[in-house]
């Protein structure tokens, strides 16, 4: 068979019915204004991080609800709550707690930051 130097690659999907929204449904518990959020990309837009890194936020936001935590922790420690992403925000949403809140879900500390 002949090489074209491509491959094809399993389809993703995401079954909801069998992931964990636990920690998503305590996370907006702990930051209710991250109901708010439209997904607009203000706060990937004007990310410091990501002017040095690969860090994005809406794809964290969609990673944690979709309950898709793998390697997330890792991600997550590429923010450097400078707080321009809430700045910006249209909605109001606080991600500098929500990027906190979710770093202490995902290391299973109990304490709240608000």
Known sequence: ??????????TRTVNLNQADMAKFSQ???MV????RCIGCG???ASCSARQ???????????????????????ELQKCMLCGKCTLVCPR???LRSLIINMRQI?????EILG
Not at 32 to 35: E, R
Not at 65 to 72: A, F, M, N, S
């Open 42 to 44: 203000g706060c990937t």
């Open 106 to 110: 995902l290391s299973n500390t109990t």
């Open 52 to 74: 040095f890194t690969d860090f994005d936020i809406r794809k964290v936001h969609c990673f944690f609800r979709r309950g898709q935590y793998d390697q997330l922790e890792d």
């Open 92 to 94: 109001g949403v606080n």
């Open 27 to 29: 996370l907006q518990e």
């Open 32 to 35: 209710p204004s991250y109901k």
């Open 1 to 10: 068979m002949a090489d074209f130097g491509f491959t094809i690659k399993k």
